[in-house]
DNA sequence: AATGAATGAGTGTTCATTCAT
DNA sequence: TATGAATGAACACTCATTCAT
């Protein structure tokens, strides 16, 4: 708002807009196809304005997934704040993993990461605060225990389903999470 | 099977050498960092050899791909050729996600390929023939209603394993192993 | 002289310390490396504060040594005010070759100014003068001719001791130096 | 020769020519002002030719002050194969100090590669060949004391060649450097 | 008076790809 | 058949300089 002039001298949320813009390009090309220019043309800046508001490219993008985990931990948190029964997690869960077109983006740049921090220490750092972030608020429903296999599952589950051509049946994913919400009768060893 | 053999006058391995050295560098830099050059190196091939055998990087890319699912898949066809009872399939399993260095190199590949398969239709045609193989194989032991979640679930386990600092306990494995092999009792929903 | 002086309010020395500064670079990465950046942060300046007061790099530069001239003429000057027999002379500029790490940065800036000299007329200008000033302090204890063949003689002594990795001994540079004093008896064409 | 076309897919002497290129360029513009693209100008070729044949600018420009040494290491060898009496050498000696527009070349050079020697080791050890070189060169005539002291006056008598506006008289070179050649007849210290 | 944001030109370098041999 | 030379496009990054505040 406030005048989309061609110059646009003072522009104080222009860090803000270069890195959503650079989660934009990591969703379409990934890490492997981001470059400067790609980030500075979606985000309408010119190129010497990303190089000057990030050091390098690498720091660009790990400020960029650090901002998208933020806010991904937000709307996670959120979510289940609605959640008081147990068929409320239920329904939550499979909304995480069906969900649609939405929520492609969100996991596209989950599973980027995720990659990206198998190199990098500094992105793993973030990584693991994420996972270990997701896992708490889950065990909040379920014990600690539960949620990590939850986590995993939805993991998989997710990937799997950014991987088909044609949707998994919503009630094969509900069973999925049923299953891994039921603790297991006899012990195992 | 056999066929493909297009060049292979004096180095006959040539072809192979490539791809293998492909993956490595896969492995060390990812799809974003692979390079004619950097596999001509690997390889201990001169630049225009990988050249010459293989149209474009694309191409060597998806051969190489191509080659280790199907390494990949004979092996883990081989793993379940040992399983007769269920506790063999549970340990094959929790093997398969523990599985030390020797095989981070195949779930980094694997990974890999699945994003990158999600911008490239070539290779989603080998990423879904991979998982209707390795669910098919699973199913033998569980059926396939379970043989997906599961396959899931070792998804998510291995990309856990896989950025974690410290090994997941391998009691925490077996569990959420067995747990995704036992059928729920009561029928919810 | 003193005049020159244009921006001097809140910090009137700031002129002065961001020209040591430029001087520091100079000596460390040549006018090769010179950069805007690099004096500011030497001087511990903001960038703008650089280019406030220098209207170009190059002016920048030029201001820089024409102030190393300045200071490095009195500093000449002052050296010979002691020198009294002609013994004492030779210890002189025996001591002006040979001296140690604090007469390095002096030296790499002469010859870094000559260099840059040889492209840049208004540099010229000032290496004319330098030199002018110089022979006529030699003059005074040699006579014209000498002073001429001297501080040749003394330029190329201390390059070579830059560039040496052990240094020359001290008796070698006295001998040449005494040679370059003495006349030469018999004349021959 | 054989062909000036446009297109030069073979081309053997290209090497020597981007080398040549490069010192054209030295001389020019100074270790401050050699870029690729200038090179690859000067030598008419694509700007890919000369990264391909030179892994880095460094190592261009080391390359080509080898090449330059080589040269005129040859040369001045050469310049001495003539000189039998020591009026010769008198001779030879003043022809190198005062040496037109093409020695000029060759002088810029020299003070290039000094400076550049200063902080690039690499270099430094070729400067340090060719002064000893030049040296024992010299020495065949004057023996080696003499020989050092001679080399720095030339130096310096070079160095002041170049930059001052109206040359020096032949007589005083001339002058500077029978007084060096002349042993002193009273000893000093 | 002083400065941080901004930008466009230019840098070294990498590389997929082409092609003559 | 096989390969090294070659090249043009692109890249990350640096920087002198301008300008609004």
Same mark, same amino acid.
């Given at each position: 708002?406030?005048? $989309? ?45 990303? *190089? ?8 660009? @993008? ?7 985990? $933020? @806010?991904? *931990?937000? $709307? ?10 147990? @068929?409320? &997690? ?71 389903? &950014? ?9 094969? *994913? ?6 891994? &919400? *039921? ?7």
């Amino acid at each position: 708002m406030a005048g $989309e002039g061609r110059v646009r001298r003072h522009d104080p949320e222009r860090r803000t807009r270069i890195l959503d813009a650079a989660l934009d390009v990591l969703v379409t090309d990934g890490t492997a196809g981001i470059t400067h220019r790609k980030v500075a043309a979606r985000a309408d800046v010119p190129l010497g304005s990303v *190089t000057y508001h990030f050091s390098s490219l690498a720091e660009l @993008q790990a400020q960029a997934f650090a901002w998208y985990v $933020e @806010q991904r *931990t937000a $709307e996670f948190e959120e979510l289940f704040t609605k959640v008081e029964a147990h @068929q409320d &997690l239920v329904e939550v869960l499979v909304e995480l993993v069906q969900g649609g077109p939405s929520r492609r983006r969100s996991a596209v740049l989950g599973f980027e990461l995720h990659l990206a921090a198998l190199r990098d220490p500094t992105l793993r750092a973030l990584t693991q605060k994420w996972t270990k972030d997701s896992r708490a608020v889950l065990a909040r429903f379920t014990g600690p225990e539960i949620a990590g296999r939850l986590d995993a599952l939805l993991e998989g589950l997710i990937m799997h389903a &950014l991987l088909a051509t044609e949707p998994e049946p919503r009630e094969a *994913t509900r069973a999925a999470i049923v299953q891994a &919400l *039921t603790p297991v009768a006899g012990r195992e060893t």
